[in-house]
């Protein structure tokens, strides 16, 4: 249940805080893994997109695997109780000490970003009496028609190994000996809506494998990386996003051999319909100009997307429903970018109301930070109220 339905339990809680609704969560997974598991194809939960330990708790339960991006990822998902052997490490800047404590824990797969990244795991895997298993990151240079900061696999990203290295690093393996290479990894962007994206990442995909069978390479898995959005518009229409349709994508469009194994790491669509950032009106106020501020407890500090991006996340006022008004709502942050909307449609809205700014589930706690000084916002789950 949204924390709609929870307003009584939520006087009482102090603000701002993340309210997670565990329900909608055993569900969102429950149809991943249902849809997933149809094709055989096995799915490694992005853990930058929230790392909460309930959730990470919930995401074991249901078997999925993990996908991180630090030394400090890989070791909270063991510490979750996620299998190893069920993790991939990607990451463009791996520190030695990253890399070594990943080696020390025998994961799934490094995805290696860079030939000389390569050189410096060979190395390190050596002087450790190790062997690394690899995937190479491949930046297929496909648009993913998403905002230009959450987009990764265009030509000139510093993501990946580019398509046109492809030769020269398969090459160099001849002198890597604690290399063992396991397959491909790609991912071209975030809150991807349009499934013709992944389409035309299925088929440079199934280029760019078969230069790897002409070398000879045995790859046993290919990963596909994450991406897939949801709809933050209207979040209470579509609150499980289509993972049917998803993965019927690659289904259709990637060629896969036999005994090859298909992966994925999604992170938004699993956990940001099921989190929502609760906060209390503290003022009204309206400038020279005109227009009608809501000054509210939560700044960019608990939830940074609207003002890094400018995401839009929907809110609502859980406390009131009579009139309609036109307000900005902004924090108490010391920047002018710290507006969570503008000109947007709400009840008439007063100091003490509480409001929820909805999809928050997904890179919201996750990139909080400690600015002005500011306490970290508290977390509740919709079944511990
Ligand atoms: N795999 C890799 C290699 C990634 O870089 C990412 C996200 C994912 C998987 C998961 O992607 P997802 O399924 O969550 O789209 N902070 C931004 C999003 C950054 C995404 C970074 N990489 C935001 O708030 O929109």
Known sequence: MSSRGFL???????????????????????????????????VHYAMKANFDPRILEAVRKAGLGADCVSGNEVKGAITAGIPASEIVFAGVAKSDKEIRYALEQNIFAFNVESGNELEVINQIAGE????????????????????????????????????????EVIASLDNLKNIEIVGLHFHVGSQIRDMKVFENLCNRVNVIKDWFKKSGIVLKHINLGGGLGINYDDP??????????????????????????????????????????????????????????????????????????????????????????????????????????????LPVTKRGDILAMLSAGAYGYAMVSHYNMRDLPGVIYSDQL
């Open 128 to 167: 450790m009496g190790r062997k690394a298993h690899v995937a190479f990151r491949i930046n297929p240079d496909v648009d993913p028609k998403t905002h230009k900061n959450i987009s990764t696999g265009h030509a000139d990203s510093k993501f990946g190994i580019s398509y046109t290295e492809v030769d």
């Open 236 to 345: 209470e229409s579509e609150l499980i996003p289509d993972f049917a349709g998803y993965f019927a994508v690659f289904k259709k469009y990637l060629d896969v051999e036999p005994g090859q194994t298909v992966h994925f790491e999604l992170g938004r669509s699993i956990v940001a319909q099921c989190g929502e950032l609760i906060t209390r009106v503290l003022y009204n106020k309206k400038t020279a100009s005109g227009t009608n501020y809501i000054l509210v407890d939560a700044g960019m500090t608990d939830l940074i997307r609207p003002a890094l991006y400018s995401a839009k996340h929907k809110i609502v006022n859980l406390s009131a429903d009579k009139g309609d008004e036109v307000y900005t709502v902004g924090g108490p942050i010391c920047e002018s970018s710290d507006i969570f909307a503008r000109g947007i449609h």
């Open 8 to 42: 009584s339990k939520l006087q009482n809680v102090e603000t701002p805080c993340y309210f997670y609704d565990m329900e909608l969560l055993n569900k969102t997974l429950d149809v991943v893994v249902k849809e997933s598991s149809r094709y055989g194809y096995k």
